[in-house]
């Protein structure tokens, strides 16, 4: 058995839900799944085509974003996921996709409203989207900088990374991440269809008013906190 063994076939497995989610062409995207105990994390190799994936490409990179173990180069947002793993203690995955309906609010620099229940049913907030980043950054380290704007704008909305699992970061593209690879993901694909039903409302109604309070209430904690109720 190869070292690491439970990450790389974790970050192998959620890499391999993109494509077949239909949130990646190409490269477009990456998963990582963290080890909290050995302090490093699984991401997928830079530039490898989904179909050419092992677990055993899988890069170990510790939370400084440094190598650890790997023949491969890791992929270009490691330091991105880096320093979301060393500043949130308790993620153990991220995602990074550029799928289309949630780029396309990223590009427009616009935070997705909360128009609808399906929203409400996973979050009770708009989706942030973090202001572009500022030249002298973008000069320097460009996706190290793009983990600090990320937690900056949660900070400044006075969001924690707990009550919202994902957000926009301006003119690039979407991050989410979860307790899990797996529940990344799973935001990811929750992140794309509100884009996509967000973008469509507008198109249809560009005056469409916000899901009401009491809406957004109903549909959450039907799912979500002590009073939940949803399913079997
Ligand atoms: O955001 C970008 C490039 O703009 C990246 O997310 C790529 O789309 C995927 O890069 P690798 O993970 O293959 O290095």
Redesign the pocket.
């Known amino acids: 058995m190869q070292k690491y063994q439970a990450i790389r076939e974790a970050a192998y497995e959620a890499n391999m839900q993109l494509p077949a989610l239909g949130l990646v062409l190409f ?4 998963v990582s799944a963290a080890d909290r105990d050995a302090g490093v994390f699984a991401i ?1 190799p ?3 085509p989904y179909a050419e994936l092992t677990p055993a490409k899988m890069v170990i990179v510790d939370f400084d974003g440094k190598v650890v173990d790997g023949e491969l180069r890791p ?3 490691t330091l991105t996921h880096a320093v979301l793993y060393k500043h949130w203690k308790e993620i153990g995955g991220i995602v ?1 996709t ?1 799928s289309t309906y949630a780029t396309a609010w990223a590009q427009s620099q616009r935070s997705i409203p909360i128009y609808g229940t399906t929203h409400a049913d996973h979050n009770t907030l708009d989706i942030p989207c973090a202001a572009p980043m500022a030249d002298e950054l973008i000069a320097g380290d460009y996706e190290y900088q793009t983990g600090f704007q990320i937690m900056n704008t949660l900070a400044e909305q006075q969001l924690s990374y707990q009550e919202i699992e994902m957000i926009l970061v301006g003119n ?2 979407p991050f989410t991440w979860g307790s899990t690879p797996a529940k990344a993901v799973y935001n990811s694909a929750v992140l794309e269809e509100i884009a996509k039903m967000a973008y469509l409302t507008e198109s249809i109604n560009f005056r469409a008013p916000r899901l009401k309070d009491s809406l957004i209430k109903k549909h959450y904690e039907r799912k979500h906190g002590p009073n939940s109720y949803y399913g079997q």
């Open positions: 490269t477009f995207g990456n997928k830079s530039g490898v992929s270009s947002d990074h550029h690039h593209a």
